[in-house]
């Protein structure tokens, strides 16, 4: 192949994705991708003809990785740089697997564009890149700031019955769940025998971030805050079957079929934080991201949550996927201590690659913060709700059947 045409040769690529906690929309990590950057790595569909160079149409204002979508020729793609500390070729390669599998179960889920060689990442220096079809429908949530809530609660039932077709698809997907990393969801702490000290180890690994945490007294807030609501999760998170899930649902990482109300989910994007845990964790990990007002907290205050909008997501869920009587008791359980790998993962971001003392600080309020909040008298009513939902779901459920 001629190096102008460019290593992914997409010139005859189809229509099918945009595509982690962000700051402020536009503060980025990362510079944009250029045009001769493009031109390397998609070239010129057509060496000798015009109007065929890469033509960026949208550059994403999430700050942590460099993406855009891109006319090139007849067809469009979305493009993607990571820096080799955040993502590697391996770790890609996982997130392609599983969004595969999940499009040939038939969920609405963009193709990877592949490399001649049949590869999905391409490696460049202390980067690689990935690109994606275009999910289809509309990108309702481009411009908002990621773990905005759903515009409607038609939305957030929509968004439920998604999450509820996705975790039906994966569970048969195999692949064993890739380590803790930086910016990437686990279980592993959550599931440890004992949990500060699985903690410990992992930032033991983490010299960046063992060292921001030194000096944090991480070890006794999170011995005095977190290991309790671990604790009380402990039981219902050892009856839970493990499987891979979403990582990080939330309207913006969907489109959709229209901007009304009702609009369903037309496709989903996204996979960076991907993994085997469980669909519990994952189904926590939506909620969090969309029915509690986190930046209040974050400025001082507090968070205020909506529970008619975790019920609409719930119930969307439960029509396609009910959950087992141990995953009801389980949820409200779990979703206070959903977030802690990806939290120490996100300070780990801030301490060892895109290095800023002040987002550590603001990741390590997300790591005590947020389980800390589900103590309070707004959690602990958000979790109390939830129970309650939960238990009048299976009656609920049968009797709008009927």
């Known amino acids: 192949m001629a190096a102008t045409q460019g290593p992914y040769a997409i010139h005859g690529a189809g229509p099918g994705s945009t595509g982690a906690r962000s700051r402020e929309l536009g503060q980025l990590d990362w510079l944009p991708l250029t045009d001769d950057e493009l031109r390397g790595i998609l070239g010129r569909g057509d060496p000798g003809g015009l109007g065929r160079e890469p033509v960026v149409t949208w550059r994403s204002s999430r700050p942590m990785s460099a993406a855009a979508l891109v006319r090139h020729g007849d067809a469009a793609v979305f493009v993607k740089r990571h820096h080799l500390g955040v993502r590697t070729p391996g770790q890609l390669t996982a997130e392609h697997a599983f969004a595969g599998h999940l499009r040939e179960r038939g969920l609405p889920v963009p193709a990877v564009v592949r490399l001649p060689d049949g590869e999905s990442v391409l490696r460049r220096g202390e980067y690689c890149y990935e690109v994606h079809q275009v999910a289809d429908g509309t990108d309702l949530y481009r411009e ?73 007294h991480w070890e006794d807030h999170f011995d005095a805050i977190v290991s309790p609501l671990i604790a009380d999760a402990a039981p219902a998170l050892a009856a839970l079957p493990s499987q891979w899930g979403h990582g990080d649902w939330h309207p913006s990482n969907l489109t959709w079929t229209s901007a009304a109300p009702d609009a369903r989910v037309a496709g989903i994007f996204d996979f960076g934080l991907a993994n085997r845990t469980s669909a519990v964790h994952d189904l926590a990990l939506a909620l969090e991201r969309a029915v509690v007002s986190w930046p209040g907290l974050h400025q001082g205050g507090t968070a205020d949550a909506d529970p008619t909008a975790a019920a609409f997501l719930l119930d969307g869920y439960q029509t396609v996927r009910p959950l087992t009587a141990a995953e009801a008791a389980a949820l409200p359980l779990v979703l206070p201590v959903a977030h802690v790998e990806y939290a120490l993962s996100e300070i780990d971001y801030f301490t060892s690659v895109a290095v800023s003392s002040g987002d550590a600080d603001l990741a390590y309020e997300y790591l005590i913060g947020h389980a800390w909040w589900f103590t309070q008298p707004p959690g602990a009513a958000l979790l109390g709700f939830l129970a309650g939902h939960l238990r009048r779901a299976p009656a609920r459920l049968q009797s709008a059947v009927t």
């Open 144 to 216: 908002a700031a990621t773990w905005s809530p759903y515009a409607s609660l038609g939305h957030a039932y929509a968004a439920g019955a998604a999450l509820g077709r996705l975790h039906l698809a994966a569970a048969d997907f195999r692949l064993a769940a890739r380590p803790p990393a930086v910016l990437m969801n686990s279980s592993q702490v959550i599931t440890a025998p004992d949990p500060l000290q699985a903690a410990g180890e992992l930032v033991g690994q983490r010299s960046a971030l063992a060292a921001y945490l030194a000096g944090r």
